[in-house]
């Protein structure tokens, strides 16, 4: 079966009316948790985009803090899983400056955390890829918030 387009489901949407609309969303969230999940956002949360950024943080400092360090194999996987969550999160706001707020408090938690970087060459290029990336995001935005990012991006960069 062959996926419509963006543009042709949206055509079809706005000629429904309401109550079927509404039936097709919960039947939508009804079938994948993460549909749930952005849902849940757009209706509750994203009204207050700064507290739910801020519950992200504390959620993100959770995990940090529940983060098994036996091994530098163990370390890895805990910190795909937080960047994985926080990129979920990410994609659900769909905002550059909320991205880019979340991959330095990301990386600030790495660097608060002692966790060893340049030990491994998975955990360094999981390091440096985001780097780069918060990098892209900052380069994005105006040149004012380009400023404040790339200042609070400094105080938290691991050196070798």
Do not use: W
Request: glycine share 0%; charged share 30%.
């Amino acid at each position: 079966m062959k996926s419509a387009t963006v543009h042709e489901l949206k055509k079809e949407l706005t000629a429904l009316d309401p109550k079927e609309l509404a039936e097709l969303c919960l039947r939508l969230a009804k079938f994948k948790k993460e549909n749930k999940e952005l849902l849940t956002f757009l209706i509750y949360e994203a009204h207050d985009l700064s507290s739910f950024i801020l519950e992200l943080k504390k959620e993100i400092e959770a995990q940090f803090a529940e983060m098994n360090r036996a091994n530098l194999y163990l370390t890895k996987k805990s910190l795909r899983k937080i960047l994985r969550i926080t990129n979920k999160y990410i994609r659900y706001i769909g905002n550059k400056e909320s991205a880019a707020e979340l991959l330095i408090y990301f990386i600030a938690n790495i660097k608060k955390s002692n966790i060893p970087i340049y030990a491994s060459v998975v955990l360094s290029n999981l390091y440096s890829n985001q780097l780069k990336k918060i990098n892209l995001i900052i380069d994005s935005l105006e040149e004012d918030l380009q400023y404040d990012y790339r200042k609070e991006l400094e105080s938290c960069v691991i050196l070798k």
